[in-house]
């Protein structure tokens, strides 16, 4: 125990005795604190985003079942192809395969990512609305999701925040698999304010199932008209036709869709320096209505036409040159000859764009 000695005014004030906790309180507050824990390295932190590109969410139970959910319908439709050599066929049969094929694809083509997602031609509201519903019924989401989800890929392709990239994901992820994450779920309406104004495409974002499920019925009862008709019996008819028309054209309509996330980002030719891995690939455009041009879109993603050359087919375009034909839609833009030349400089996408969800 000491005592503490203070001189105050030139007398000498003796004070009571000094305990240790008042030993401890009286250490000069200028000594150094102890180090603090040395912040990580940076490449030990996360990735710009953690939504796309990340671990995802522990696997429970629940989470099973979500998962089950989500994929039984698609996995069963896959499955529905291998019932072909045990329905009735006939060469009508395969001409339904055919049209619906070609239905689904230029409604994805054609509305779904050259209008809703890009806005390279103007419609009116009405038939903007049968666009959508028949963009709809090719079974990809809704209008405002698939175009959000695009949007989003043109603003960080081939980077974390992409949602579907081989560069850094599998090809089957890239491919289809990202579509059953849980960061994928939602249609984020900021990516498309302009469509999200409509309350009829905001109903048919919600209600996704319902142009499929239409589709689906018409074809169901025309092949029960057609099975009666050919004696074979209404319900083997109906079967027949839904099998070989809706179920096999969407599964062909799916893949050659998403072969534009996984194939034109891996193999094929760069004709510009779009800064990601963009590349064209003709023979797919054979396919897909014309997307094989996905080098070309990237470069210059405000033209209706992907094919820059007339010899780069382009199905896509020639439905939409059709359509405007018809009076049903205008303002159609295409590539401008600098484009095509390569002597555009490439606009960034909007500040907002680079917003983290």
């Known amino acids: ?66 998962m089950f959910r989500r994929l039984t319908l698609v996995a069963v439709i896959h499955l529905c192809v291998l019932f072909l050599p045990f329905v009735y066929f006939s060469w009508s049969l395969l001409f339904a395969t055919l049209f619906t094929y070609a239905f689904l694809m230029i409604g994805m ?77 939602p249609s984020n309406y900021k990516w498309v304010r302009d469509l999200a104004r409509y309350p009829e495409l905001r109903f048919l974002d919600k209600w996704y199932w319902t142009p499929p499920i239409v589709y689906w019925s018409c074809f169901a009862l025309l092949g029960a008209w057609w099975g009666h008709a050919q004696g074979i019996g209404a319900g083997v008819g109906s079967r027949a ?67 820059f050359h007339w010899w780069e087919v382009d199905p896509g375009y020639y439905v939409i040159l059709l359509t405007e034909k018809l009076g049903l839609i205008w303002d159609v833009k295409k590539a401008p000859p600098r484009a095509v030349e390569g002597q555009v400089r490439r606009a960034k996408p909007r500040p907002e764009h680079f917003e983290r969800d």
């Open 241 to 307: 036709m839904v099998v070989w028309g809706p179920v096999l054209g969407t599964v062909l309509a799916w893949h050659a869709t998403f072969c534009i996330n996984s194939i034109t980002h891996m193999w094929g030719k760069r004709r510009y320096d779009t800064g990601d891995d963009s590349r064209n690939v003709p023979w797919l455009s054979w396919f897909n209505f014309g997307e094989g041009w996905h080098n070309n879109h990237h470069y210059y993603p405000h033209s209706a036409n992907l094919g």
């Open 109 to 185: 083509a054609g509305w779904m990512h050259r209008y809703f997602s890009h806005r390279t031609f103007r419609t009116s509201r009405a038939f903007q609305f049968v666009l959508a519903f028949w963009a709809g019924c090719a079974a990809q989401r809704g209008t405002l999701w698939w175009a959000a989800h695009h949007r989003r890929h043109h603003a960080f392709a081939d980077t974390v925040d992409d949602p579907h990239t081989p560069a850094l994901l599998s090809f089957w992820r890239s491919h289809m698999a990202w579509i059953f994450e849980d960061a994928h779920q």
């Open 1 to 66: 125990m000491t005592q503490v000695v203070e001189n105050i005014g030139g007398m000498t004030v003796r004070a009571r005795p000094l305990s240790s906790v008042d030993a401890l309180a009286s250490v000069p507050s200028a000594m150094p604190a102890p180090a603090a824990t040395p912040a990580p390295p940076p490449a030990a932190r996360p990735a710009a985003s953690g939504i796309y590109i990340g671990a995802s969410a522990p696997t429970t139970f629940a989470r099973i079942l979500i």
